[in-house]
Structures are given as C-alpha cells and as structure tokens.
C-alpha cells in the first residue's frame, strides 16, 4: 500500500500499521482516515503529508 510523509517532520504513514494511537486500524489506507487526524508526532494536518514515491 501507497506510504505518506509528513512534510513538516519526515514522519512516515504506513497503512501495513495505521496509527492505532490515533485510532487508525492497521490497514487503513491514507486517504480513508479522517479529515482530522493530525500527524502523532509533530500536529501537521492531512494536507502536510506527501506520497513517498518508490
Ligand atoms: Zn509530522
């Protein structure tokens, strides 16, 4: 599954993991989770994340 960056601190989405902190299921792809989730580790919003092109 498609793995996005946090633009602001580098922090990595894996879908394989979701984010289960935040509530994420593993296995959620990005573009399923809220429109309020916030990165776990420095706040940026949705829009701050980019695709990791591989
Ligand atoms: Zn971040």
Known sequence: M???ICIVCGYEYDPEA????SGIEPG??????PQDWVCPVCGATKDQFEKIES
């Open 2 to 4: 498609q793995k996005y």
């Open 18 to 21: 979701g984010d289960p902190d």
């Open 28 to 33: 959620t792809p990005f573009e399923e989770i």
